[in-house]
């Protein structure tokens, strides 16, 4: 079936660094792909999406690229901030179901510091 | 706008209890799902609904019932509960196939 892995955390970075966080996935057919965020205490908020190869999705200094040759949907920021820590979820949506279902990664927590 | 609200927000129960979760949709939105996070890892899908019908079911044991009323609100139940049905309990909606919002969640204790 479709899944969805992420690089493992906690990853801590200073702030203003660079941020990548690796999502591969496996499906049938074209999910459309998305990033969430899940501050300490909160449900998911969504961070961005894609819905098609190639295509780039963007928020709040955010980007993440739809590569269907690789099967992946990695998140990077160019600066981050203290507020950016939180623990962010790769999903994609069924192609095949029709329900809407969203698979979930694992997640991973990012800590910044100041 | 109100978005996805859900009840209550913590909830203790005994092994073997019943409990019912509750979750209203954003105003306008017809699909709700459901889904349970345990600790540390990503959410889980149990079920989701459009128009008041199941259209989808996740691996979960038939302890897990839902429904949706027609103001398209929904309670999840479970029955029987275990130590490991404790989680976060999330309600998202929807239009139907698109963009889910969540609620913040119902965190359910067993002991």
């Known amino acids: 079936g479709d899944s969805v892995t992420q690089m493992e955390g906690p990853v801590t970075l200073s702030e203003e660094a660079f941020l990548t966080i690796n999502c591969t996935y496996t499906a049938t057919g074209y999910p459309s792909l998305f990033w969430y965020v899940q501050y300490p205490g909160e449900g998911l908020q969504l961070l961005l999406k894609a819905t098609k190869a190639d295509d780039k999705g963007s928020n709040k200094g955010f980007e993440a690229t739809y590569r269907k040759e690789t099967t992946s949907f990695h998140l990077e920021k160019g600066s981050v901030q203290v507020s950016d820590s939180a623990v962010y979820f790769c999903?994609?949506?069924?192609?095949?179901?029709?329900?809407?279902?969203?698979?979930f990664g694992q997640g991973t927590t990012l800590q910044v510091k100041p | 706008d109100a978005g996805v609200t859900q009840s209550p927000t913590h909830l203790i129960k005994t092994r073997g209890q019943q409990v019912t979760l509750r979750c209203s949709p954003i105003s306008g939105h017809k699909s709700v799902s459901w889904y349970q996070q345990v600790l540390g890892q990503g959410p889980q899908f149990i079920f989701q609904?459009?128009?008041?019908?199941?259209?989808g079911r996740g691996n979960f044991p038939d302890r897990f019932s839902a429904r949706q009323f027609p103001n398209y609100s929904s309670e999840l139940n479970v029955n029987a509960l275990l130590l490991g049905d404790s989680a976060l309990y999330l309600c998202?909606?929807?239009?139907?196939?698109?963009?889910?919002?969540f609620g913040q969640g119902t965190r359910l204790t067993v002991v």
């Open positions: 998202a909606s929807s239009t139907g196939t698109g963009e889910a919002f």
């Open positions: 609904y459009y128009e008041k019908e199941e259209r």
């Open positions: 999903a994609l949506s069924e192609f095949t179901s029709n329900t809407g279902k969203l698979i």
